[in-house]
T-cell receptor
């Protein structure tokens, strides 16, 4: 199994809503990532979890709250988002030590109204 | 500071011809280089990678060349097919982080 599964595939939310994005992998990877990608731009790193602990937070606003309940799951909790947060949110995983490849999920296309 | 650069935002190639996508990097400590293919509203799909100790890696129609002295890598696709039309991202791995280029949009014309 070399898949990273993300749900939902599409999400529309208002600026006062609370929602969560979910990500799951069963490759035994101990590093998991959240990226944000806008059209015609490279993926932009948001958070990295290594061995279920947050190791990198790229100065992301607190309206984005990551959570890693166990080694296979990664969540991103969303609250009070702005329209400019509309983007494709990508989850990825890799081996934790000296990773040589990132495996990406298919993403959640988020629209904030 | 962009550590991985793709200076060509777009490229058009006739079907059956060779597509060459280029990538430059600045950090000599990168130890792996990767190419990803991406369709709109989908996650990037891994294509091919190369270790910094090699200068060439081939997988079917895809070949990646690494020139460490020039800090340059390229992806060759031969022969190009219409289904190859997508955005291609170059990436480099160093420590526990991955650094992405800005992408090159490839269009293969039938």
């Amino acid at each position: 199994d070399t898949e990273v599964t993300q749900t939902p595939k599409h999400l529309v939310m208002g600026m006062t809503n609370k929602k969560s994005l979910k990500c799951e992998q069963h490759m035994g990877h101990r590093a998991m990532y959240w990226y944000k990608q806008k059209a015609k731009k490279p993926p932009e790193l948001m958070f990295v979890y290594s061995y279920e602990k947050l190791s990198i937070n790229e100065s992301v606003p607190s309206r984005f709250s990551p959570e890693c309940p166990n080694s296979s799951l990664l969540n991103l909790h969303l609250h009070a988002l702005q329209p400019e947060d509309s983007a494709l949110y990508l989850c990825a995983s890799s081996q934790a030590s000296a990773p040589t490849k990132l495996f990406f999920g298919s993403g959640t296309q988020l629209s904030v109204l | 500071d962009q550590q991985v650069k793709q200076n060509s935002p777009s490229l058009s190639v006739q079907e059956g011809r060779i597509s060459i996508l280029n990538c430059d990097y600045t950090n000599s400590m990168f130890d792996y280089f990767l190419w990803y293919k991406k369709y709109p509203a989908e996650g990037p799909t891994f294509l091919i990678s190369i270790s910094s100790i090699k200068d060439k890696n081939e997988d079917g129609r895809f070949t990646v060349f690494l020139n460490k002295s020039a800090k340059h890598l390229s992806l060759h696709i031969v022969p190009s097919q219409p289904g190859d039309s997508a955005v291609y991202f170059c990436a480099a791995s160093g420590g526990n982080q991955f650094y992405f280029g800005t992408g090159t949009s490839l269009t293969v014309i039938p």
